[in-house]
């Protein structure tokens, strides 16, 4: 069993800036890879970025790519976003999950979730 734990949402304004965490536990923690999701009212759950877990090999969604910024810490068993340039359009609640396959863009290609945390860019 992975426990995950995001921190790190807030309110900012357009422009600004805001860097996420994820911190997991569990009794062995060893994924293939990490991401990171959003979710906004009224609409599905998206894919934002994910890291592999050995390599630290990163994607991201064309929407964020060039703004946003994966990495991990293994040590210490977290994953962080760094988000930069934020939008109103970035405003969602934001998960952090662990997969064990080599898809990542679905949501069920994960198999634990956190429990998100709100990040509001305000206009």
């Known amino acids: 069993q992975v426990q995950l734990v995001e921190s790190g949402g807030g309110l900012v304004q357009a422009g600004g800036s805001l860097r996420l965490s994820c911190a997991a536990s569990g009794r062995t923690f060893s994924p293939y890879r990490m991401g990171w999701f959003r979710q906004a009212p009224g609409k599905e759950r998206e894919f934002v970025s994910t890291i592999t877990w050995r390599g630290g090999s990163t994607v991201y969604a064309d929407s964020v790519k060039g703004r946003f910024t994966s990495s991990r810490d293994n040590a210490k068993n977290t994953m962080n976003l760094q988000m930069n340039s934020l939008k109103p359009e970035d405003t969602a609640v934001y998960y952090c999950?662990?997969?064990?396959?080599?898809?990542?863009?679905?949501?069920?290609?994960?198999?634990?979730w956190g429990q998100g945390t709100q990040v509001t860019v305000s206009s």
């Open positions: 999950a662990v997969g064990y396959s080599t898809n990542y863009r679905a949501p069920t290609s994960y198999d634990y």
